[in-house]
């Protein structure tokens, strides 16, 4: 599992022009349970044991998708990912491409995460402010190395949900999504997008 999560990790980092994060040091205050940090370590709970139980990748997307939901703000982070044209899209356009993108989430997390070999996930009990949001800073380590995971998040409702995953710590997932998208997008339209990323993702369940 560690060699294809560096792999993954490195191919983000040679995707097209991504996006550096820069986060000030001052840390939110802090409580007795940040509700950003709370929510990723959530997530990290569920991922962990849908690494232990193995089996296919199809098992493990059932297990992942409702934390996938909970934790992830999934039509903001659809509408980042294709960029300014969404936003004149139609509902059903819209609709289908939130659908798409998250299966292909939920997707790269049940082939990525897809055994145990004593992985720790480690959340910062503190997020970091900037704006209105929120930066929760992470790492997974492993037997022979630690990886970091940066979320940024920001408030829906009562709780705070990921809008972009920072691999290796600075690279924006949603910017390498954004460069990935557009000559598809450009081409096809939403309707071809939406073809794209379904075929993609019934690739890595299959």
Do not use: C
Request: proline share 4%; hydrophobic share 40%; glycine share 6%.
């Amino acid at each position: 599992m560690s060699r294809i999560l560096t792999s993954f990790a490195v191919a983000m980092t040679l995707a097209g022009a991504p996006t550096l994060l820069t986060v000030p040091s001052q840390p939110a205050q802090a409580q007795a349970a940040d509700p950003a940090a709370t929510q990723v370590r959530g997530f990290y709970e569920v991922l962990t044991a849908s690494m232990k139980m193995g089996g296919s990748t199809k098992g493990r997307y059932d297990k992942l998708r409702p934390a996938v939901e909970k934790a992830f703000d999934l039509p903001a982070m659809t509408a980042i990912a294709v960029g300014p044209s969404f936003a004149t899209m139609s509902d059903a356009d819209k609709k289908a491409l939130i659908e798409a993108f998250t299966r292909m989430t939920v997707a790269n997390y049940a082939k990525n995460f897809n055994s145990f070999g004593g992985e720790t996930f480690t959340v910062e009990p503190a997020s970091i402010a900037r704006g209105s949001d929120r930066f929760v800073k992470s790492t997974m380590k492993t037997s022979k190395e630690t990886i970091a995971f940066n979320y940024r998040t920001h408030q829906v409702g009562d709780e705070w949900k990921v809008t972009d995953v920072y691999l290796a710590g600075n690279i924006s997932q949603m910017a390498q999504k954004r460069s990935d998208f557009a000559s598809t997008l450009a081409s096809s339209g939403a309707s071809g997008l939406t073809k794209r990323i379904n075929a993609l993702t019934d690739q890595m369940l299959g």
